[in-house]
Protein backbone atom coordinates (compact mmCIF):
# COMPACT_ATOMS: atom_id res chain seq x y z
CA UNK A 1 0.00 0.00 0.00
CA UNK A 2 1.35 3.34 -0.81
CA UNK A 3 -1.01 5.95 0.26
CA UNK A 4 -4.56 7.71 1.28
CA UNK A 5 -5.64 6.22 -2.60
CA UNK A 6 -5.25 3.08 -1.97
CA UNK A 7 -6.77 3.27 1.28
CA UNK A 8 -9.77 4.54 -0.26
CA UNK A 9 -9.70 1.72 -3.12
CA UNK A 10 -9.41 -1.22 -0.53
CA UNK A 11 -12.03 0.31 1.22
CA UNK A 12 -14.56 1.18 -1.55
CA UNK A 13 -13.70 -2.87 -3.27
CA UNK A 14 -14.47 -4.03 -0.03
CA UNK A 15 -18.11 -2.54 0.38
CA UNK A 16 -18.87 -3.70 -3.03
CA UNK A 17 -17.31 -7.39 -2.66
CA UNK A 18 -19.58 -7.47 0.82
CA UNK A 19 -22.56 -6.45 -1.08
CA UNK A 20 -21.84 -8.79 -3.76
CA UNK A 21 -20.64 -12.03 -1.85
CA UNK A 22 -23.14 -11.94 1.18
CA UNK A 23 -25.89 -11.71 -1.68
CA UNK A 24 -25.04 -14.88 -3.34
CA UNK A 25 -22.28 -14.14 -5.05
CA UNK A 26 -18.58 -13.75 -5.03
CA UNK A 27 -16.55 -11.74 -3.16
CA UNK A 28 -13.55 -12.38 -4.20
CA UNK A 29 -14.01 -11.67 -7.78
CA UNK A 30 -13.73 -7.84 -6.41
CA UNK A 31 -11.36 -7.81 -3.08
CA UNK A 32 -8.85 -10.06 -4.65
CA UNK A 33 -8.27 -7.94 -7.79
CA UNK A 34 -8.17 -4.75 -5.70
CA UNK A 35 -5.44 -6.03 -2.96
CA UNK A 36 -3.63 -6.91 -6.35
CA UNK A 37 -4.05 -3.10 -7.60
CA UNK A 38 -2.79 -1.89 -4.14
CA UNK A 39 0.15 -3.35 -4.40
CA UNK A 40 -0.23 -6.65 -2.90
CA UNK A 41 1.81 -9.75 -4.09
CA UNK A 42 -0.67 -12.84 -5.38
CA UNK A 43 0.26 -14.74 -1.51
CA UNK A 44 -0.09 -11.46 0.32
CA UNK A 45 -3.25 -10.87 -1.40
CA UNK A 46 -4.98 -14.05 -0.99
CA UNK A 47 -4.14 -13.85 2.97
CA UNK A 48 -5.41 -10.32 3.29
CA UNK A 49 -8.75 -11.95 1.13
CA UNK A 50 -9.26 -14.68 3.69
CA UNK A 51 -8.72 -13.12 6.28
CA UNK A 52 -10.81 -9.84 5.95
CA UNK A 53 -13.86 -12.18 4.67
CA UNK A 54 -14.20 -12.81 8.38
CA UNK A 55 -15.64 -9.02 8.50
CA UNK A 56 -18.69 -10.72 6.32
CA UNK A 57 -19.69 -12.92 9.34
CA UNK A 58 -21.34 -10.37 11.60
CA UNK A 59 -23.05 -8.37 8.92
CA UNK A 60 -24.54 -11.24 7.23
CA UNK A 61 -25.47 -12.29 10.54
CA UNK A 62 -27.43 -9.20 11.49
CA UNK A 63 -28.58 -8.71 8.05
CA UNK A 64 -30.06 -12.79 7.57
CA UNK A 65 -32.02 -12.98 11.07
CA UNK A 66 -35.11 -13.86 9.42
CA UNK A 67 -33.68 -16.79 7.25
CA UNK A 68 -31.52 -18.09 10.02
CA UNK A 69 -34.11 -18.39 12.22
CA UNK A 70 -34.71 -22.06 13.58
CA UNK A 71 -31.27 -22.78 11.78
CA UNK A 72 -29.71 -23.59 14.90
CA UNK A 73 -29.06 -27.54 15.06
CA UNK A 74 -28.17 -27.32 11.75
CA UNK A 75 -25.27 -24.56 12.32
CA UNK A 76 -24.32 -26.14 14.66
CA UNK A 77 -23.74 -29.60 12.97
CA UNK A 78 -22.26 -27.64 10.01
CA UNK A 79 -20.09 -24.72 11.27
CA UNK A 80 -17.40 -27.16 12.95
CA UNK A 81 -17.34 -28.79 9.70
CA UNK A 82 -16.23 -25.49 7.83
CA UNK A 83 -14.45 -24.15 10.36
CA UNK A 84 -11.79 -27.49 10.76
CA UNK A 85 -11.85 -27.28 6.68
CA UNK A 86 -10.76 -23.67 6.62
CA UNK A 87 -8.18 -24.07 8.93
CA UNK A 88 -6.36 -27.24 7.56
CA UNK A 89 -7.14 -25.17 3.96
CA UNK A 90 -5.05 -22.37 5.70
CA UNK A 91 -2.32 -25.12 6.86
CA UNK A 92 -1.71 -26.33 3.55
CA UNK A 93 -1.44 -23.02 2.36
CA UNK A 94 1.31 -21.92 4.55
CA UNK A 95 3.02 -25.68 3.71
CA UNK A 96 2.82 -26.10 0.03
CA UNK A 97 4.25 -23.76 -2.75
CA UNK A 98 2.51 -21.22 -4.29
CA UNK A 99 0.04 -21.92 -7.61
CA UNK A 100 -0.37 -25.51 -6.65
CA UNK A 101 -3.95 -25.24 -7.33
CA UNK A 102 -3.62 -22.67 -9.92
CA UNK A 103 -4.62 -24.77 -12.80
CA UNK A 104 -7.73 -26.51 -10.77
CA UNK A 105 -8.90 -23.23 -9.23
CA UNK A 106 -11.06 -21.82 -12.35
CA UNK A 107 -12.52 -25.52 -13.06
CA UNK A 108 -13.95 -25.87 -9.58
CA UNK A 109 -15.31 -22.11 -9.47
CA UNK A 110 -16.91 -23.33 -13.39
CA UNK A 111 -18.50 -26.21 -12.05
CA UNK A 112 -20.08 -24.71 -8.99
CA UNK A 113 -21.86 -21.99 -11.19
CA UNK A 114 -22.70 -24.45 -13.34
CA UNK A 115 -24.25 -26.59 -10.70
CA UNK A 116 -26.18 -23.77 -9.19
CA UNK A 117 -27.79 -23.05 -12.51
CA UNK A 118 -28.32 -26.63 -12.85
CA UNK A 119 -29.75 -27.16 -9.04
CA UNK A 120 -33.65 -26.91 -9.36
CA UNK A 121 -33.08 -30.53 -12.08
CA UNK A 122 -30.46 -31.96 -10.08
CA UNK A 123 -33.34 -31.30 -6.60
CA UNK A 124 -35.78 -32.53 -8.62
CA UNK A 125 -34.70 -35.47 -9.96
CA UNK A 126 -33.07 -36.69 -6.09
CA UNK A 127 -36.90 -36.41 -5.09
CA UNK A 128 -38.25 -38.40 -7.99
CA UNK A 129 -35.58 -41.12 -6.52
CA UNK A 130 -36.78 -41.37 -3.24
CA UNK A 131 -35.06 -43.21 -1.13
CA UNK A 132 -31.94 -42.75 -2.95
CA UNK A 133 -32.43 -39.25 -1.70
CA UNK A 134 -30.58 -40.31 1.14
CA UNK A 135 -27.74 -39.83 -0.45
CA UNK A 136 -27.69 -36.29 0.44
CA UNK A 137 -26.93 -37.11 4.21
CA UNK A 138 -23.55 -37.86 2.42
CA UNK A 139 -22.83 -35.45 -0.36
CA UNK A 140 -23.26 -32.24 1.97
CA UNK A 141 -20.54 -33.81 4.99
CA UNK A 142 -17.87 -34.75 1.89
CA UNK A 143 -18.81 -31.72 0.02
CA UNK A 144 -19.02 -29.10 2.79
CA UNK A 145 -15.36 -30.60 3.79
CA UNK A 146 -13.54 -30.52 0.74
CA UNK A 147 -14.75 -26.69 0.08
CA UNK A 148 -14.00 -25.58 3.18
CA UNK A 149 -10.80 -26.95 2.43
CA UNK A 150 -10.47 -25.31 -0.72
CA UNK A 151 -11.96 -21.81 1.03
CA UNK A 152 -8.82 -21.76 3.53
CA UNK A 153 -6.57 -22.38 0.55
CA UNK A 154 -7.57 -19.87 -1.56
CA UNK A 155 -11.33 -18.85 -1.39
CA UNK A 156 -12.13 -17.40 -4.66
CA UNK A 157 -15.58 -19.27 -5.97
CA UNK A 158 -15.99 -21.00 -2.44
CA UNK A 159 -18.67 -19.22 -1.88
CA UNK A 160 -20.63 -19.90 -5.16
CA UNK A 161 -19.59 -23.73 -4.41
CA UNK A 162 -21.02 -23.87 -0.51
CA UNK A 163 -24.32 -22.30 -1.67
CA UNK A 164 -24.98 -24.92 -4.94
CA UNK A 165 -24.19 -27.80 -2.49
CA UNK A 166 -26.44 -26.53 -0.24
CA UNK A 167 -29.60 -25.77 -2.52
CA UNK A 168 -28.64 -29.31 -3.96
CA UNK A 169 -28.29 -31.07 -0.69
CA UNK A 170 -30.04 -29.49 2.10
CA UNK A 171 -32.10 -26.51 1.90
CA UNK A 172 -33.80 -25.77 -1.86
CA UNK A 173 -35.18 -21.92 -0.45
CA UNK A 174 -32.23 -19.31 -2.05
CA UNK A 175 -32.43 -17.11 0.65
CA UNK A 176 -31.99 -19.31 3.10
CA UNK A 177 -29.48 -21.38 1.62
CA UNK A 178 -27.40 -17.77 1.08
CA UNK A 179 -27.47 -16.80 4.87
CA UNK A 180 -26.47 -20.58 5.79
CA UNK A 181 -23.76 -20.26 3.03
CA UNK A 182 -22.18 -17.05 5.19
CA UNK A 183 -22.33 -18.24 8.18
CA UNK A 184 -20.29 -21.14 6.86
CA UNK A 185 -17.62 -19.05 4.99
CA UNK A 186 -17.45 -17.06 8.19
CA UNK A 187 -16.57 -20.35 10.35
CA UNK A 188 -13.71 -20.89 7.71
CA UNK A 189 -12.53 -17.62 7.61
CA UNK A 190 -12.33 -17.08 10.95
CA UNK A 191 -10.00 -20.32 11.64
CA UNK A 192 -7.89 -19.39 8.89
CA UNK A 193 -7.29 -16.22 10.06
CA UNK A 194 -5.97 -17.46 13.51
CA UNK A 195 -3.69 -19.26 11.71
CA UNK A 196 -2.22 -16.62 9.27
CA UNK A 197 -2.06 -14.68 11.88
CA UNK A 198 -0.30 -16.86 13.73
CA UNK A 199 1.87 -17.53 11.29
CA UNK A 200 2.55 -13.99 11.22
CA UNK A 201 1.93 -13.53 7.04
CA UNK A 202 -1.34 -10.86 7.19
CA UNK A 203 -0.45 -7.85 6.13
CA UNK A 204 -2.80 -5.62 8.14
CA UNK A 205 -2.66 -2.40 6.77
CA UNK A 206 -4.59 -3.78 3.55
CA UNK A 207 -6.85 -6.50 5.61
CA UNK A 208 -8.09 -3.80 8.06
CA UNK A 209 -9.74 -1.45 5.20
CA UNK A 210 -10.95 -4.03 2.95
CA UNK A 211 -12.55 -5.34 6.05
CA UNK A 212 -14.57 -2.87 7.20
CA UNK A 213 -15.17 -2.20 3.26
CA UNK A 214 -16.97 -5.80 3.57
CA UNK A 215 -19.10 -5.53 7.08
CA UNK A 216 -20.86 -1.98 5.91
CA UNK A 217 -21.44 -4.09 2.22
CA UNK A 218 -22.28 -7.18 4.39
CA UNK A 219 -25.24 -5.86 5.91
CA UNK A 220 -26.80 -4.85 2.37
CA UNK A 221 -26.18 -8.18 0.89
CA UNK A 222 -28.55 -10.07 2.38
CA UNK A 223 -31.54 -8.10 1.95
CA UNK A 224 -30.97 -8.03 -1.64
CA UNK A 225 -31.02 -11.81 -1.70
CA UNK A 226 -34.39 -11.28 0.29
CA UNK A 227 -35.64 -8.93 -2.39
CA UNK A 228 -34.43 -10.49 -5.97
CA UNK A 229 -36.53 -13.01 -8.00
CA UNK A 230 -34.89 -16.75 -6.89
CA UNK A 231 -34.26 -17.59 -10.72
CA UNK A 232 -32.81 -13.81 -11.37
CA UNK A 233 -30.36 -14.42 -8.27
CA UNK A 234 -29.56 -17.68 -9.54
CA UNK A 235 -28.47 -16.83 -12.89
CA UNK A 236 -26.62 -13.42 -11.52
CA UNK A 237 -24.18 -15.35 -9.29
CA UNK A 238 -23.65 -18.45 -11.66
CA UNK A 239 -22.75 -15.59 -14.43
CA UNK A 240 -20.43 -13.96 -11.93
CA UNK A 241 -18.78 -17.48 -10.91
CA UNK A 242 -18.36 -18.03 -14.80
CA UNK A 243 -16.68 -14.98 -15.28
CA UNK A 244 -14.39 -15.37 -12.05
CA UNK A 245 -13.34 -18.70 -14.00
CA UNK A 246 -12.70 -17.24 -16.64
CA UNK A 247 -10.47 -14.54 -15.17
CA UNK A 248 -8.31 -16.91 -13.23
CA UNK A 249 -8.28 -19.50 -16.46
CA UNK A 250 -5.97 -16.80 -18.15
CA UNK A 251 -4.40 -15.61 -15.09
CA UNK A 252 -4.36 -17.50 -12.04
CA UNK A 253 -3.02 -14.88 -10.01
CA UNK A 254 -5.73 -12.61 -10.34
Known amino acids: MTGIGDLVLLTAAG ?48 ASRPELAGQRVRLCRWIPVAALGGAAGSLLLLSTPPGVFAHVVPILVAVG ?35 SLYNGYFGAGAGVMILALLLISAEPNLPTANALKNMLIGAGALTSAAIFATAGTVDWPAVVPIGAGMFVGSVIGPRITR ?27 G
Do not use: E, F, H, K
Open 113 to 147: SLALLAQPRIAARLDRRGPLSGARGVILPLGLTAM
Open 227 to 253: RLPAGLLRWLVALIGIVLAVQLWIDPN
Open 15 to 62: ALAGVVGTAGGITSLISYPALLVAGLPALAANVANIIAVVACWPGAAL
